[in-house]
């Protein structure tokens, strides 16, 4: 006998299940964005004006970003966090097809502004992270950041190989490549309706809505905060300028394909342990490998302009990023209290995106006019200060990390 029709609804999704879908999202997110990578210095080297700004649409992307936080936290905590991704996705759809239009044209200031606005969606899904959080609970913070994270290696693998594969689908080159973006995105808001995200807390009214009086005076606050905002400033210096640079020195953008593609999986890979590591080890010897990293990096990058280079530096970079920005995001976590979150998340957010604001830009100047080996000498500054930041961080820093409340 066939069973009645009923009017139940579907099953609520599993914390499991809303961690999976969202790690589909931040895999298509970084889709978007290693695409980005590979080809916005090239168009904007092939439209700029002058070559000190070809990066400028790479920084018009993470300068977007740093002006959205704000308006995003506002957002998110009207709408929610679903609603609000979503709405991110939307204005990412118009931006990939204005930048398609842009390389079409020949239009470097359309193209420009085009990424200025795809910023909003850069610091939309940046959240990504901290909503795994909510989803996972507190249990399981640090696996939750950190396996959410590992869907980036989607974007180092599919990235490269789709800018590639693209790069000549329309009559402008890479202007195929922006276009496909619009259904990255389209498959992004699929997965999304699949999470259930818990509802964010009400934020108290007045001054109490604020973040509290010295918060930023914390150390453990400045300490998270530098971990993940110069990690990813170094990062991105380096990696902006390493198309510029490898076409300078005559490396075929197959290579340029091959060097990202090990970068991103070199973010992204560790992911799948660097939790466990905080949790076993405690997140500043973490933290600390992270700068040592780096440091790795340039070493490797000093020593030659070979493709065996490129990619080996930049694969120890996108390691240390890792450890740095998983192992400041978790030790983030831990300092602001339920009904900050939203407004704490985002102050995080405009000091990662305003200092890959300054590094875009300045990746392509320095690379057009210092070249290569001397941008490297000029990251072992901020890396040297963040080692000395870390090291002074408080001891209950180095051992496990510890419980958080609800968030």
Known sequence: MPMPLTDSAPPTPTPRQGLLWLTVCQGLF????????????????????????????????????????GLVARHQQRVGRRRAFQAGLAVAMVASALCAVAALVGSFWLLVGATLLGGYYNANAALYRFAATEVAG??????????????????????????QATRDALAVPFAGAYATLVAVAAMSMLSL???????????????????PAGFLRRAPVVAAIAASALGYGVMNLLMAATPIAM??????????????????LGMYLPSFFTGSLIRRLGVKPVLLAGVLLNAACIAVALHGVDLMHFTGALLLLGVGWNF????????????????????AQALMDRCVLG?????????GALVTTGG????????????????????????????????????
């Open 324 to 343: 740095l920005y998983v192992g400041g995001t978790t030790l983030y976590t831990e300092t602001y209290a339920p009904e900050h979150k939203v407004r």
């Open 30 to 69: 970084l889709l978007n964005n290693v695409v980005f990578m590979a080809v916005n210095g090239l168009v904007g080297l092939s439209l700029a004006p002058s070559g000190w700004l070809a990066t400028l649409p790479l920084t018009a992307y993470v300068l977007g970003g740093a002006l959205s936080t």
């Open 193 to 211: 309706s699949r999470i259930e995200f818990p509802v964010l807390p009400p934020v108290p009214s007045g001054a109490a809505g604020h973040l």
């Open 372 to 407: 290569w080996q001397a941008m490297n000498l000029g990251a072992l500054l901020p890396l040297a200060l963040l080692a000395v930041l870390l090291w002074r961080l408080p001891g209950r820093a180095a051992g496990p990390a510890v419980s958080a409340p609800s968030r």
């Open 138 to 163: 507190p249990a399981g913070r640090e696996r939750a950041i950190s396996w959410v994270l590992a869907g980036g290696v989607v974007g180092g693998v599919l990235g490269p190989e789709l800018a």
């Open 247 to 264: 076409q300078v020195c005559s490396h075929p953008f197959s290579a340029v394909a091959w060097v990202l593609e090990w970068h991103v």
């Open 355 to 363: 200092t890959m604001t300054l590094t875009s830009f300045g990746s």
